[in-house]
């Protein structure tokens, strides 16, 4: 899940710094950064529980 977040979070980035005179820029923007976090956020914990399943601590 979060390979697919962070391969899909820069085109909503993207879309946010082309679309500027747009209103929802900003929202947009905002939510890019909050999605870029949380796919960071979800690799760490899915590295975190192979590693724990794999070396059993």
Known sequence: MG???LLS???VIYNAFINKENGW???VLAIG???SL???YLMFM???TIMSS???T
């Open 9 to 11: 979070v820069p085109s």
């Open 33 to 35: 950064i909050a999605a």
């Open 3 to 5: 390979i697919t977040l």
């Open 54 to 56: 794999l070396f059993d």
């Open 38 to 40: 949380g796919a960071v």
């Open 46 to 48: 899915g590295l975190k």
């Open 25 to 27: 820029h900003y929202l």
